[in-house]
């Protein structure tokens, strides 16, 4: 069964409660800065996990101390309650933050 | 001190050694494709050692069983030795290919 | 609903198949050597995803090069399936081995 | 060059200031509990890097939520400066405990 894909509504009050994320190019994304790459990575680390737990991952990108994550459901190509539910969790780990 | 740039000669000799590595954007350059994301992340957590225990640390980024390296020395704006010797050590890591 | 205790049969067929596999203090038990604690670390990590997407995890220890795994299931004090399928699991890692 | 083993005093001295670490077996010791065995993985990542980036890497065990940190510089079977730097490295990481 397939997610369902959220209404813009639906993403709109998302992005309500979580301020720092927003939409680029069709996904939902986030910047994260830490301190140094030790910090950055082990905050990687952490997403990976939960990621292969849920068995949805992000598309990310890392430069040293930053971290980039965009998310959407390929499946149907979109924005899904699989991807909020990534953010949450990713925004529940608490991380240091530069 | 700074490195020195590599001369297009010293790059394009590099480039004949590492035949899988080419230049994009002014940087080295490669993707890799694993079997499943633990792959790919085993792999990335090996080079992410590599790149802090050399304080030269890759842009690189990460999409389920992709990993993409871009490799440059931003202090001199270009390619350095800094950078093929940590293609030499990315690529000594016996990792599993898919 | 737990997990049922492996018979001492079914341990004696499974390490018969898995044959660097032991017993030790009621625990399945392994110990691996690799070149380095970059590829130890390297294959640590892989482990650590599929105990953390099992909801399994191990008891191990880890000293540079050297890698031990213990595996019991704390519910039903002895080993089950959800052991023995962690080192099918583990096993199907193609880390390199020094 | 290996390094001094520390004296008595300086092994109080230096206990007195990380009064969570203990002496046991002639390491420094210490456990650390966190929330789940996401966090603790984080955790052991962000101390291998640093371990790693000083060649001088711990006797360390994982069950779940714990990690139990041994140090002891082989060379001179004793406690060294290089024990102390990397306690001193892995106090200064914020790390969530649980």
Do not use: C
Request: proline letters at 4%.
């Amino acid at each position: 069964m397939s997610p369902i894909k959220a209404s813009p509504d639906q993403v709109d009050q998302f992005l309500q409660e979580y301020v720092l994320w927003t939409i680029k190019n069709g996904r939902l994304h986030r910047q994260y800065v830490f301190k140094n790459f030790v910090q950055a990575f082990g905050f990687m680390t952490q997403v990976a996990f939960l990621a292969e737990r849920a068995d949805h991952h992000p598309e990310w990108l890392n430069a040293y101390n930053k971290v980039t994550i965009d998310l959407i459901t390929h499946d149907v190509q979109g924005i899904t309650e699989r991807d909020f539910d990534l953010v949450r969790k990713i925004e529940a780990l608490q991380y240091p933050i530069k």
